[in-house]
């Protein structure tokens, strides 16, 4: 049997750096590198080693016009590269947005990232944390955004990245968490 530490990767595109942040949150939690998608769409050839040698890809983007960034878009159709060859069949997968908008068509976002996990043949990781939805909730409780699929983010448009919900960020970490522990279960038994 084997103790090989499973790995879990984040790849992410951030327009304004809310994203950015929440992706720290995501890697902190999975205990794995962070990869981003530059401004023009491109991901550096060792990111794109690291996902084909990771158990869990996480992706991120930043919901812009009830999608994920164009950026995240090219990054989506490069991955064709890698789904000719089935090189991230039966991986874990997982992900994660943010938006201006409380709601701002966010789980369009994340659909897409469940769709582009299926397409890979991989298996997608829920966010398992009830929603903070009664009347004592705060704006800074984890889960305030009600979702199931994966982590959303809130941030006003005039905030800067340092004035993020803790509890979103939080939200985050719990979930780069939860997608790395289900990497290491799977990963152990199929080394068993």
């Known amino acids: ?26 890697a902190e939690g999975a205990g794995g590198p962070l ?30 016009m009830g999608g994920p960034s164009w950026q995240f878009k090219k990054f989506a159709d490069t991955s064709s590269k890698a789904w000719f060859t089935n090189k991230w069949q039966d991986k874990v997968f997982g992900g994660f947005t943010n938006s201006a908008s409380f709601n701002g068509d966010k789980l369009n976002t994340l ?38 699929i994966a982590p959303m983010a809130q941030s006003d448009a005039d905030a800067a ?18 997608v790395a522990r289900v990497a290491q279960r799977l990963a152990s038994a199929q080394a068993a």
Do not use: C
Request: aromatic letters at 8%; charged letters at 20%.
């Open 1 to 26: 049997m084997s103790n090989r530490k499973a790995i879990t990767v984040v790849v992410y595109h951030s327009g304004y750096g809310h994203t950015q942040r929440m992706a720290e949150a995501v």
């Open 35 to 64: 990869y981003a998608i530059d401004a023009n769409g491109n991901l550096s050839d060792d990111g794109w080693a690291a996902l084909d040698a990771a158990d869990a890809i996480i992706f991120g983007s930043p919901t812009y």
């Open 111 to 148: 659909e897409d990232f469940v769709l582009l996990a299926g397409q890979h043949g991989g298996l997608w990781v829920s966010l398992g944390m009830k929603p903070a939805n009664v009347k004592a909730s705060k704006r800074d409780d984890a889960n305030r955004m009600g979702s199931y």
């Open 161 to 178: 990245p340092s004035e993020m919900s803790v509890g979103d960020l939080e939200t985050a970490r719990v979930y780069g968490e939860r």
